[in-house]
């Protein structure tokens, strides 16, 4: 599934890179935010059961709260059924786009599935989708983060790691970009790892296939 691109002009490393330092940030973001949001839970759970309205008054002019993170809304199903295959279309995730906006999907064993990764965001960062065997999530990791080190030789293969443990992947798509790739799920029920390859990614672009 390789596709062979002939530009590969200086600028595209450039790119290449700016958009490992735009992933870093958005990571240490939402780390950041996440940390944030542990501790606040910590600090309320500390402070019993107060209602908010019995807790200390903020001082005059303080800085509003931070507003809440929305709950993502637990979608009914984020897989249509069309002709007896699992349809399934993946986005970044509206508040962190270098997140997936559906984290989990069922199909059922040996079922066609098609998969439409839409890289519709306004933030320009490179992304692909890669679904993994069952227990592969942390190797496919290893091996996105491993490409840091080598973006040159990485960027013509989409950022797609070698190997048998890659079941199925799109190409590496800009910002507007869309793919969709079809594939048989596996006979094995359980639990399969999708993740976005592009270095720098993976720890938080990541998800689940289940397999029924
Ligand atoms: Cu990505």
């Known amino acids: 599934m390789d596709t062979h691109h002939d530009s590969h002009e200086s600028g595209s490393s450039f790119w290449s890179a700016v ?13 950041g935010a996440g940390a944030v949001l542990i501790g606040g839970g910590l600090i309320n759970s500390l402070k019993g059961k107060k209602t908010p309205e019995a807790a200390h008054a903020p001082a005059a002019g303080a800085p509003a709260a931070a507003p809440a993170a929305a709950a993502p809304a637990a979608a009914a199903s984020s897989v249509k ?23 989990s999907f069922t199909v059922k064993a040996g079922q066609k599935v098609k998969v ?9 960062l490179q992304h692909n989708w890669v ?23 990485w960027m013509p293969r989409g950022y797609v790691p070698d190997g048998p443990d890659v079941l199925a992947h799109t190409k590496l798509l800009n910002s507007k970009e869309k793919e969709t790739v079809e594939f048989t799920a596996p ?18 672009m990541q998800g689940t296939m289940k397999v029924e």
Do not use: W
């Open 81 to 103: 059924e069309e002709g007896g295959a699992a349809v399934v279309t993946l986005k970044p995730g509206a508040a962190n786009p270098m997140s997936f906006d559906v984290t």
């Open 116 to 124: 439409t990764f839409d890289n519709d965001s306004t933030t320009p």
């Open 19 to 31: 958009n490992v330092l735009i992933g870093l940030a958005f990571g240490v973001f939402a780390l």
């Open 131 to 153: 679904l993994g065997v069952a227990g592969s999530k942390d190797r496919l990791i290893a091996a996105a983060n491993g490409m840091m080190a080598e973006m040159t030789k």
């Open 187 to 204: 006979q094995e029920k359980g639990d399969y790892p999708y993740l976005c390859t592009f270095p720098g990614h993976s720890m938080i």
